[in-house]
């Protein structure tokens, strides 16, 4: 998605606003949504909170949106304490799961009906609308119906009618849940590089972790509430603060080990492995599929095989070991898969390992 230099852009970037909760609950009843978080968004980052359903994600963002109000705690916007104040006070725009387009009235009017209740002049409203339909690619298409339009194109109507507010901070609620796979891929890269270009503060709700993964400057694990790790999608990906976070962020391995003076013995078979802060003692290896490889004979964990298939650019295995069950993505065994019940040994490479913290 080009992105020309436009006043539009000047003033989003010059907006973005750092986002801060300071010891935020929020009850339903006696149901515990958000439970005592503390967080903090810098400005011009894209920022993702992701979790399963019901992990207090979404309630999380309707609260910087205004649409809820902490039990407890603090939001602010930028330095100013919005947590008193409604939504439209608080300069935020939110581009919703299921779009929120009116179907009886054009592209424009979708896009500029924000403008329109705020009685901006008309001409003002016809050149903003121009400059964000030109940020998100859509120009020649402001008398469309939003049914005339690709689900791609009504996410970017969408966006447009977001950014031409000027906010100060845009929120995602599982903006490509309702796109097909490959759609869904070149329309968060869409998102992802207009973020990047215009630096407006952006905060993405998903379940989906390779979205999260995909786009983010800083991602946010939640779990029944709380905050089970905040990092990069590298931090997360390869040092996961728990076996929650480990086993939710991709696919993981969790087989129980033993941390022997340099080495590390995962059922009979043992590594050279070091990992800082690790005492010796019983721990928890985690072991992605990717960084595993399956051979005949030789060192490495014995095991059996007992699914393979081929996935095309990789073998897919499920082994089982004495250790536990091993998931393998294989890239060197597409020319030639071990049939299910194959004896092998498995080869753990020690640069995609990970010890967990004790009691994580």
Known sequence: MAVP???????????????????????????????DVTLKVPAGNLVTLLGPSGCGKTTALRMIAGLEWPTEGRVYIGDEDV?????????????????????????????????????????????????????????????????????GQQQRVALARALVMQPKVLLFDEPLSNLDAKLRKRVRADIRMLQQDLGITSIYVTHDQSE???????????????IEQIGTPTDLYRRPASRFVADFIGEANLLPAVVEDGTVRVGSYRFPYRQPGVATGAATLMVRPESVQVGVGGEGLPGRVQTAFFMGTYADYLIETEAGEVSVADPRSVDGIYPMGTEVRLLFSPTALYLLPPGA
């Open 5 to 35: 230099a436009t006043q539009l852009k000047q003033v989003l970037h010059q907006a973005a606003s750092p986002v801060r909760f300071e010891r935020v609950t929020k009850r339903f009843g006696t149901v515990m949504a958000v439970d």
């Open 83 to 151: 947590t008193p104040l409604p939504a439209a006070n608080r300069s935020v725009t939110m581009v919703f799961q299921a779009y929120a387009l009116f179907p009886h009235l054009t592209v424009f009017e979708n896009i500029a009906y924000g403008l329109r209740v705020m009685r901006r002049p008309h001409e003002e409203i016809r050149h903003r609308v121009g400059e964000a339909m030109s940020l998100v690619g859509l120009p020649g298409l402001e008398r469309r119906a939003p049914a005339q339009l690709s689900g």
């Open 212 to 226: 999260a993964l995909a786009i983010s400057d800083i991602v946010v694990v939640m779990n029944q509430g709380r």
